[in-house]
Nanobody, 120 residues
Framework: QVQLVESGGGLEQDGGSLRLSCVAY????????MGWYRQAPGKQRELVAG???????NYEDSAKGRFTISRDNAKNTLYLQMNSLKPEDTAVYYC??????????????WGQGTQVTVSS
């Protein structure tokens, strides 16, 4: 059984910053690629940033230069540092395992996510 627990979301103003965390309980974390996904109302879930098990990274175009994905294998934790936030970043953010690009599908059950709201 694997449990994904996201945290760190909240309300920020345009241009602000947030740091999201995802703890993967009961998973072979260090062997897995990981990704951050987001889903806004009325839109499909999309990959925002990914990181492989050997620390290669991948970013959706709108996140490049603003977001940084990282991982701490000793803590089974995935992070997303979000700077220069924009209202269009407003969404529920989720983490998952198995992919760090859009060329595959995540393999774990989704957690509850963490809400990010950016106001102007």
């Amino acid at each position: 059984q694997v449990q994904l627990v996201e945290s760190g979301g909240g309300l920020e103003q345009d241009g602000g910053s947030l740091r999201l965390s995802c703890v993967a309980y009961g998973s072979d974390f260090r062997r897995k690629s990981m990704g951050w996904y987001r889903q806004a109302p009325g839109k499909q879930r999309e990959l925002v940033a990914g990181i492989s098990n050997d620390f290669r990274t991948n970013y959706e175009d709108s996140a490049k230069g603003r977001f940084t994905i990282s991982r701490d294998n000793a803590k089974n934790t995935l992070y997303l540092q979000m700077n220069s936030l924009k209202p269009e970043d407003t969404a529920v953010y989720y983490c998952n395992a198995g992919c760090y690009t859009r060329l595959c599908n995540p393999v774990l059950d989704w957690g509850q996510g963490t809400q990010v709201t950016v106001s102007s």
